[in-house]
């Protein structure tokens, strides 16, 4: 899908998170209309393993056939997120049901490789750099390992140094941050969008990151759910193949294509976009 640059600059527009969020419930309804085969598909694979033990071979099958599921899944959420409307969807390439795997899903996996070396590599320089700094502090490694906090070294080393990890920290949080709409973008645009997604958050950097963290808090909170046995195993995993595809998965994806509507600054000259 081509696209040309407006005027208007990235920098002047900023993310209104409770707007992203409505446009997330929104989804929800929208999704199971669209894309009601790919998500009662979804549904059948996460419960799969209450029925068809998954050992060996089988489980490995499995694990793949779920990845490729939440791929197909994902790519329909993100056109219908994108298009706001079946007709729209449709035109960005929205399968029957939301069945499809065309260009966007290859898009996304590339962007996903790109950005995964991107981060791999920042990571890597992140650690060098934690190492060395905690090398030339030279405090009590066997202390450490203890937690005998008042003989690892000089009060003002360990403040120094706990502000520095929470520096290295967060320089991960703040690029994924920057990154999250490159999805959105993958499919709004028509191409690859890894990297260069971080101009799009230009400016709203802790709204998205405030939004992040509201999405987030869904799977945390099924996670607790399971690990603490609030609900009997076998029902848990029911509850969870049940809410992830049809209420947070819609409702994620939609929201990131809210955000990604509010401070997109490029018009495709193909149907199925709008601000």
Known sequence: MGA???????????????RALAEGGASIPRAAQGAWGILAFWTLMFAAPLIVPMEGAVGALHGLGLS??????VGALLRLGVGQSLKD???LGLGAAGFQVGAAELRIIWATVLIAIFLGLIAVVLGLMTLAVFGIAELNAAAIQARDWSAVGPVWKQAVLAIFTLGIVA?????LTRLSL????????????????MAIATG?????????IVLAAGPVILGLIV????VPSPLSRLLIAILLPWIWAPFAVGSLCGAYRQLEYWTPEEPGFKH
């Open 204 to 212: 709203s950097g802790w709204p998205l990151f405030g939004l992040l």
């Open 182 to 197: 490159f999805a959105a973008a993958s499919v709004g645009r028509g191409r690859t969008v890894s990297l260069d997604s």
């Open 227 to 230: 690990l603490e046995g609030v």
């Open 68 to 73: 490729l599921t939440a791929l197909v899944a």
């Open 4 to 18: 040309r640059m407006v005027r208007d600059r990235a920098d002047q527009r900023r993310l209104n998170p409770i």
């Open 89 to 91: 969807a449709r035109a």
């Open 171 to 175: 320089v991960p949080v703040l690029l």
